[in-house]
């Protein structure tokens, strides 16, 4: 069940004209989203083959037509492209006239909070940033997977109310970033998702060398479990080798995948230290193994970083 305040009737935005500029996973998405809530998606721009076919899947009829055309359309526009192209997009669009006073302008940039819109503003435009803390898949589901979907806001004062209805009628929970803090929270959302999944990944291939038949199956349980127990308790849910302080098992791991995953040693070594700095500050490490886990780790990091010299 939602804890979120539902907004007064007066402060829901009124049904509006939507475009998306960048049909990458997102923009659709959210442009369906609002298609369900009552508004209408009116113009997309694609490039790509694979964009086409995102914006043809979930906003059928919906013609594909250049960004500024797309603006021209649109009461409320969705800039949905990546972060490192936001700026330039922004700047570009202000300068050639295509944004028209009075129009909301949407990014879903997690980096980035209002003032990357700026331009835009000074222009006469209405800006928000409303970055949904979800990964994307670029298909239908996404739309099922923004009930509940917390969403980092960040706008003026006085479009706050607008902001955090749009969100909630996308079916989301809106949470307030300051401007100042968008590149710390966007760091936090990288670190525990994006590198979450390339630990899985080299989790599922580690297992199928070791003769796991479905590696998925057996780590489904385990996973969902320790993201469940940390979730409720934070460093308090830490087990294993690190954990308990047994040098000798870490320093068995690190042979084992230099032996049959070198790429994965690195990552291996960073994560122990961390869980073993975290552990040991929790008191869940014994200072007196900690020494010695310690000593392990540093050595294992020195010889590795010596290999990588010498290849």
Known sequence: MSTVQQPDPKDRP??????VVGAGRVGPALAA?????????????????????????????????????VLQRSDLVLLTVPDDTLPGLVQGLAET???????????TSGRYGARVLDPATRA?????????????????VDVQ??????????????????AEALVIEMGGEPEWIAEENRP???AALALGANHLVTLVAQSMELLRTAGVAAPDRMLGPLLGAALDNALRSGDAALTGPVARGDAGTVAAHVTELRKHAPQTVAGYLAMAR????RA???GLLKPELAEDLLGVLATEAKSYGAEGDAR
């Open 280 to 282: 040991l500050a929790g």
């Open 184 to 186: 710390l929270y966007h």
């Open 124 to 140: 006469g435009a209405l800006p928000l940033a409303l970055h949904p803390a979800m990964t994307f898949t670029g298909t239908p």
């Open 145 to 162: 997977r923004l009930a509940g979907c917390s969403f980092g806001v960040t706008a003026p004062d006085e479009l706050r109310l607008a």
């Open 97 to 107: 006239g295509a944004v028209r006073p009075g129009q909301l302008l949407v990014h």
């Open 274 to 277: 961390a869980t073993a700095d």
């Open 33 to 69: 989203s609002l298609q369900l809530a009552g508004h209408r998606p009116v113009a997309v721009s694609a490039v790509s083959d694979a964009s086409r076919r995102r914006a043809a899947e979930l906003l059928p009829d919906v013609p594909v037509m250049p960004p500024a055309e």
């Open 14 to 19: 009124a049904r509006l004209t939507v475009g």
